[in-house]
């Protein structure tokens, strides 16, 4: 799509406005960069054809860089940015970032920033850039305490096949899709496989065959060591706990009618979890856990950022204590920065959980901070897997040299 935009870009002479919260994008097509934060330009700069963005100067724009994951980062934690985007309804006094900032000193509370510039082209709305020696080392990296991959196997695929039958338009006409054409693999508590490969390839019709949402045409799953594939629905009951599935989109994945402490509480009670007077202590400490604040209870999910609604999507699959969780693109909706805090929080809790992990995504450079292996998926098939390492740094088939060629 990019490659498109270029060319009738060069072709028609246009001028494009290009919004996106993909720095690696703004890179690649941009000739100029503006930052946006709370309603305001904070920062604008050229991209330098070496160095790309790495002139910024805004503590949000850096925030921004350290937040993006890469496979030369594994090992690291994200930079998340602490707290919110301020509501915009009312005056502000100082700078509009200065409670999340962590280089504010006196001047910011009190006192609007305005533009500097800082060379050509290169402007900021901080007021460090005309104090620097203000400016406080940046915080040093934490790690990021990977889990160990356990020896118990969780799940075991083994020639997974699903067919979809979709009308021709002609009379009794039917043509059959393999979305899903013989794929296998296995994963062990505390390890993370992510699935990765382009858009139709399959990947969510396969963790839709492995929940049992959708009827496999062949092949076995197995869970916990008992093949579930083709099971009746009274029968894979006992088995649905085992496996959750957090969502893509954060929106549209959650019932607008139903406040959180309900819909944290509907699939305990509907697969039997825990004693029922136990519960609310349960959804208390799941709050907790993934970062919300025990009131979220009472509230609908309408009144949710994405990022904590996707918080909610994560307390909601834990809540049933599965061994397997399935992520589907759970961070494509959400920009840099949140993207940060919930791959984060995913790498904590399977540390703390020991949970299986199937990570379904198109960001190559989320798998090189979360994955310990990586499976590459191409119409139906799985044409390679291997370490993380090994497939990002060693890629053999030439499909997925292609996929990290395409990386911006
Ligand atoms: N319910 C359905 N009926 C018929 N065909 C379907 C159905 N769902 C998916 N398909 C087809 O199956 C193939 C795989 O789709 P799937 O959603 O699994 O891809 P994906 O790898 O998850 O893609 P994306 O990265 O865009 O989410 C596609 O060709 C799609 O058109
Ligand atoms: S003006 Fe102060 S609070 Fe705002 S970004 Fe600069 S240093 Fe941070
Ligand atoms: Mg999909």
Redesign the pocket.
């Known amino acids: 799509m990019l490659d498109l935009l270029a060319d009738i870009q060069r072709r028609q002479g246009m001028g494009m406005l290009l919004i996106t919260h993909d720095l690696g994008v703004a890179r690649h097509m941009a000739d100029r960069v503006g930052i946006m934060y709370a309603g305001q330009l904070v920062e604008k700069l050229p991209v330098d054809p070496e160095n790309g963005l790495e002139a910024a100067f805004h503590p949000y724009t850096r925030k921004l860089m350290a937040a993006v994951p890469s496979l030369q980062r594994a090992g690291e934690r994200l930079a998340a940015i602490p707290g919110r985007v301020p509501p915009l309804d009312q005056p502000f006094a100082g700078c509009r970032f200065a409670d999340r900032c962590a280089h504010a000193f006196a001047p910011c509370a009190g006192t609007v920033p305005d533009w500097t510039g800082l060379a050509e082209d290169h402007a900021v709305r901080c007021h460090l850039a005309v104090q620097p020696e203000a400016v406080r080392k940046l915080e040093t990296a934490q790690t990021l305490k990977m889990a160990e991959p356990g020896r118990a196997s969780v799940l075991a695929v083994r020639g997974l096949a699903v067919t ?1 039958t ?1 009308r021709t338009g002609q009379m009794f006409g039917k043509k059959h ?1 393999r ?1 899903v054409d013989g794929i296998s693999f296995e994963l062990n508590a505390g390890e993370t496989l992510a699935l990765v ?10 963790a839709k065959a492995i929940l049992g949402l959708t009827p496999a045409s062949g092949g076995e799953v197995e869970l916990d060591g008992k093949n579930v594939a083709g099971l009746p629905e009274r029968r894979f009951k006992p088995y649905r706990r085992l496996a959750q599935i957090v969502f893509q989109d954060p929106y549209s994945s959650l019932n607008p009618r139903m406040r959180v402490g309900d819909i944290l509480q509907e699939g305990m009670a509907a697969l039997g979890v825990g004693e029922t007077a136990r519960r609310s202590r349960a959804i208390a400490a799941l709050l907790e856990k993934v970062g919300l604040s025990p009131d979220a209870v009472n509230r609908y999910p309408h009144e949710f950022s994405g990022g904590q609604r996707q918080r909610i999507a994560i307390a909601r699959a834990l809540a049933v204590k599965p061994r397997l969780l399935i992520c589907d ?1 759970p961070t494509s909706a959400l920009d840099v920065s949140v993207q940060a805090q919930i791959l984060n929080l995913l790498a904590d809790l399977q540390r703390e959980e020991g949970l299986a992990m199937l990570f ?1 995504t ?1 960001n190559l450079a989320a798998v090189g901070y979360l994955a310990h292996r990586v499976a590459v ?1 191409k119409a139906g098939k799985i044409v390679e897997i291997g370490s993380a390492r090994d497939i990002l740094v060693r890629p053999q088939h030439p499909y997925t040299q292609g996929l990290l060629a395409s990386v911006l």
């Open positions: 979809y979709q899709i979305a490969g382009e858009s139709g390839c399959g990947k969510t019709t396969a693109e379904i198109h998926m």
